[in-house]
């Protein structure tokens, strides 16, 4: 056999498989339309889960069975996980959704078909952790079996769900000078939006698009007249370790003038690379005395000042 009959040949087979899938597509396509998923409604589901249905009644969620709202009235249970008319009759695994075995964007998905862009008082919701691998289900219990809650509002239970996973950043609120995390007064959801925003790290903004920071601290918000150039360039975190830190007032540094020099220090470079950022101190500032060791006894206002433009008061 010549190659090019062997080619033809094998066209020929091409073509036929191509014609049989089209066959086939022509003959499954009516008959999967007649067996469109159906749904049964929750009241079918209850008749096997009834200890399930009667926890979700006292869950938030059953504003979905009873509220037109969402399109999903008397058939909630499948709002969630799709039509089961099918996992009705056959009460198998394998025809019911379960979002506890789906990857943590699918389980997203299902939660954001309502949820998304929804406003709360902590931000917008997206699917911020999803990319990390964590689901809206790390969270949120749909079912509040076993007591488990839909959503933590008390600020030590929300910062044990975080610290679970967040190890590292929790032995930071255990420094000596930290935010009062472990003391509950405070969460990880006053500065982080759980959800994900447009920031860097999921910081949360206050009146629009300021640091969260300023929400709580607002004598910091200014505008003044005299900005100090890093609280608008860097922000907080060029001079504070946000969690906590060894140093008092949670610095960078040890030493408060060590956290000015890295950028007020005159120190000589190779010629033609200046990397000094913020201006050089006058010569009477002889930084080997103790006077000069703490700067903001002198430049009090270090975070902006209304009247100086050296930030003395
Ligand atoms: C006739 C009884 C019956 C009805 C009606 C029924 N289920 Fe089930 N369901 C079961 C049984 C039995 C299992 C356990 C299957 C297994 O573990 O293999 C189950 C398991 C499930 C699971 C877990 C599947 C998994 O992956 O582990 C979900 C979710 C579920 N049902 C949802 C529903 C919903 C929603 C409805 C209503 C649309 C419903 N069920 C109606 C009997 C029923
Ligand atoms: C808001 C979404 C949502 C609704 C509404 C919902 N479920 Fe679920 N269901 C889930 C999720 C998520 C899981 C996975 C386990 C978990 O995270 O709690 C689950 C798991 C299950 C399971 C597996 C067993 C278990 O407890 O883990 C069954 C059975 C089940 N659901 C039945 C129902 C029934 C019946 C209804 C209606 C009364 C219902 N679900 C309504 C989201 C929902
Ligand atoms: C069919 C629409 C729908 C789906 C799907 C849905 N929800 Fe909801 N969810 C609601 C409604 C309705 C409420 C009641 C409050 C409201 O009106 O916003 C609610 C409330 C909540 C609340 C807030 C409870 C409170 O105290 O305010 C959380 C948290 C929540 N849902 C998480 C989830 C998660 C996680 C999933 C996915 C497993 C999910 N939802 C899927 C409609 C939905
Ligand atoms: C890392 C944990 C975590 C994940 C993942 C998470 N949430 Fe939340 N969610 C929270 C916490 C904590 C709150 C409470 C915030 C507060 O009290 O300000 C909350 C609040 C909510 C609320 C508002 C409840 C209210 O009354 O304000 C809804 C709705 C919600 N989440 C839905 C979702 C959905 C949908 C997903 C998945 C896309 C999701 N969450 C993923 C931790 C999480
Ligand atoms: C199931 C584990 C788990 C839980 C619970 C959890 N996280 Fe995360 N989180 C991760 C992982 C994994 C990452 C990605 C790696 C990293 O940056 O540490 C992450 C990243 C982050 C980031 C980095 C910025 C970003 O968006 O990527 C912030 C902020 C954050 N989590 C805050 C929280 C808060 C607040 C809570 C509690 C409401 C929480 N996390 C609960 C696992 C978790
Ligand atoms: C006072 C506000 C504040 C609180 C409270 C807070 N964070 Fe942060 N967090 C920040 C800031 C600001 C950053 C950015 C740090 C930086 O740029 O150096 C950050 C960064 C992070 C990151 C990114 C990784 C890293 O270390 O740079 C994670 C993860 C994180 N925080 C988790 C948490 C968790 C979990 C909690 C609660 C136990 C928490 N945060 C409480 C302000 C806060
Ligand atoms: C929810 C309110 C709140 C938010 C948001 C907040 N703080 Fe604070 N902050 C406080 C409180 C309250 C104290 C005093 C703590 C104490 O006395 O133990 C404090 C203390 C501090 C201190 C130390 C003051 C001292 O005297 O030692 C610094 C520095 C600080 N915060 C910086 C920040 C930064 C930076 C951010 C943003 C990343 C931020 N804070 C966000 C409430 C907040
Ligand atoms: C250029 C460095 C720098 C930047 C940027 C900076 N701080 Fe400070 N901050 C300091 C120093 C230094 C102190 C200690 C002052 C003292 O001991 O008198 C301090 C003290 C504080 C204190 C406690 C004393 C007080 O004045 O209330 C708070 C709260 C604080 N800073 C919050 C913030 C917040 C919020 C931001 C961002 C909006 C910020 N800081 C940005 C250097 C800085
Ligand atoms: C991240 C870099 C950075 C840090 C840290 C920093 N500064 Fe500055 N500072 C600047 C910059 C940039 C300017 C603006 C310089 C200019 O306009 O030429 C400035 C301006 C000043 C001014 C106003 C005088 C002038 O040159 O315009 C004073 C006073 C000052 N800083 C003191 C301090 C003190 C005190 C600290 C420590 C608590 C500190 N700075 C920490 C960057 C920094
Ligand atoms: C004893 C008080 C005092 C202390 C402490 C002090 N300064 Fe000053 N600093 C001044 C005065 C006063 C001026 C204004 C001088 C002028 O107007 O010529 C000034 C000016 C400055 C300027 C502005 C220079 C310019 O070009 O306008 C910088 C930057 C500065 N100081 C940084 C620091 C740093 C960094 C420290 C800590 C290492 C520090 N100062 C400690 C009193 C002090």
Redesign the pocket.
């Known amino acids: 056999m010549s190659t090019r009959c062997m080619r033809n040949s094998c066209l020929q087979a091409v073509c036929s498989v191509v014609a049989g899938i089209a066959l086939a597509l022509c003959l499954t396509i009516p008959a999967a339309a007649a067996e469109s998923p159906a749904y049964v409604g929750s009241e079918t589901c209850k008749t096997c889960h009834e200890e399930i249905y009667n926890n979700l009644q006292k869950t938030p969620h059953f504003a979905i069975e009873t509220g037109a709202r969402k399109g999903w009235e008397k058939k909630s249970c499948e709002s969630c996980h799709g039509p089961g008319a099918k996992h009705a009759e056959s009460a198998s695994a394998d025809d019911i959704r379960n979002p506890a075995k789906l990857t943590p964007v699918e389980t997203d998905h299902t939660c954001l078909t309502c949820h998304l862009n929804q406003r709360t008082p902590g931000g917008r919701i997206a699917s911020g952790h999803a990319k990390d691998q964590v689901g809206c289900t790390t969270c949120h219990f749909v079912h509040g079996t076993a007591g488990a809650k839909l959503v933590e509002h008390k600020k030590s239970e929300i910062n044990a769900r975080c610290s679970t996973c967040h190890i590292s950043e929790w032995a930071a609120f255990n420094r000596p000078y930290k935010h009062r995390l472990p003391e509950g007064a405070m969460s990880c959801v006053d500065c982080h939006n759980p959800h994900a925003t447009f920031n860097v790290d999921s910081m949360r903004t206050s009146f629009g698009n300021e640091p969260g920071c300023l929400q709580c601290h607002s004598d910091k918000r200014g505008p003044f007249v005299f900005e100090h150039a890093p609280m608008r360039l860097e922000g907080c975190g060029a001079c504070h370790e946000p969690h906590g830190s060894a140093n008092p007032r949670m610095l960078v540094r040890h030493e408060q ?1 060590l956290v ?2 890295e950028c ?1 220090a005159n120190i000589s470079m190779p010629a033609g690379q200046n990397t000094k950022i ?5 010569a009477f ?1 002889d ?1 080997r005395t103790s ?2 060791q ?2 903001t ?3 009090v206002k270090v975070h902006g000042s209304y009247v100086d433009r ?1 930030l ?1 008061r």
Do not use: I, M, T, W
């Open positions: 003038s000015c020099l007020h913020g201006g050089v101190p006058p500032h930084l006077r000069f703490n700067c006894v002198c430049h050296e003395l």
